[in-house]
Structures are given as C-alpha cells and as structure tokens.
C-alpha cells in the first residue's frame, strides 16, 4: 500500500557578515495540522510588511531563496478590503516599492534578483494559522477534524490557537488550529 503526503519545506536565511546566508530549514507534513508561524520569524517580513501596508495592501507570503548565485523572492499580498480583488497594477505598485528594500536588506546585485509578486489567488489553501489575520472578512471554509466535516463561515478574528467564523445563520465557531486539517477560500 502507498501512501501519498503532502510536504512543506520551509527555509529560512539569515545574512552573514561576509555576504553569505546561512540557510536552515523545517519539515511540515501537510494536512495533519495547520502550524501557526508567526510573521515575526520569517525575515524581512516585517521591514516588507510596513512599506506594502503603507501603500495600502496587506502582506501575506514572503518568501526569499537563494538559487545558484541569485536571489528568488516571492511575495503575495492581499486587498486590505475583503471585497476587492488584486490587479496587475496593484502587483507593480508593490514590486516598484519592494525590491529596492529587498536588495539594500539582503546586499545583493539587482541583476540577480528574481522577483514575482501576486495575489492570493482563488484556489489558495491557508498555508500557515497567522494568515487568518490578513483575511478578516473572507469566506473561507476548514476541515474541523473533529466534526470531520468543512465548516464554511466569514473570518471574525484570530489568535495564536485558533480562528472564529462568523457562520451564515449569525451564529459564531471558534476551531483550533490543531483541529484544522486544510482551509481554502469560498468563492460564489
């Protein structure tokens, strides 16, 4: 019998004084349980997270990988209006002002950054518990395992163990994140 999982690799890299990273990493089986990560480790987040936020997004993924002598960023962001969609112009407004603070943070050569900045997407899965924060407001719906069912609702507020949905009868669900095996947006 085979057995199919799912795995998240997260990387994280802290300069060194002579130029170079140190990378670690840490293994996540997916769909066992959603980790909550706070943003406060991941880095350049927050540095990322003020200039975006004052151009009126919210950041939700930062991602920074070295590969072979350059630098892959990836970036998502969301409306801070749960009724608005990103565009492409909302994405080059937020590359312009992000990659001259990621070049100066990480010292490198602007030849050798790639970098992509997106929306969230219709099909995204929360990948990490602290993501619920950015998306108050949103339809989403979760995989209570202990219900073993989807429980749909409207992001009321989060913490640090769990997320409350506003559910479509005006009753409240409060689900920890260790009882959330998956959580995906609704979308009519």
């Known amino acids: ?29 997916r769909g066992l349980l959603l980790n909550y990560i706070s943003t406060d480790t991941v880095p350049y ?9 004052g151009i009126g997004f919210t950041l939700v993924e ?22 608005q969609d990103i565009g492409v112009s909302d994405c080059s407004k937020v590359h312009h002002a992000v990659q001259p603070l990621l070049i ?5 050569d602007e030849d050798n950054v790639y970098m992509e900045v997106c929306s969230p997407g219709l099909e995204r899965n929360i990948r990490n518990a ?27 507020s989060s913490d640090t163990n769990q997320v409350t949905l506003l559910k479509e009868d005006g009753s409240e669900v409060s689900v920890s994140y260790e009882n959330i095996a998956k959580a995906k947006f609704i979308h009519l």
């Open 1 to 29: 019998m085979y057995h199919s999982f799912n795995i998240l690799i997260q990387f994280k890299m802290e300069p060194q004084k002579n130029g170079s990273f140190f990378v670690s990493c840490g293994f996540f089986r």
């Open 45 to 53: 987040f927050k540095d990322c997270a003020a200039v975006i936020d």
């Open 62 to 83: 930062l991602q920074v990988v070295p590969q072979k002598g350059s630098v892959h960023i990836t970036v998502v962001i969301a409306s801070k209006d749960p009724t």
């Open 104 to 108: 100066s943070l990480l010292k490198v």
């Open 130 to 156: 602290a993501e619920f924060a950015f998306f108050v407001g949103r339809e989403i719906r979760v995989w209570d395992k202990t219900v073993s069912d989807w429980v749909p609702g409207k992001i009321k």
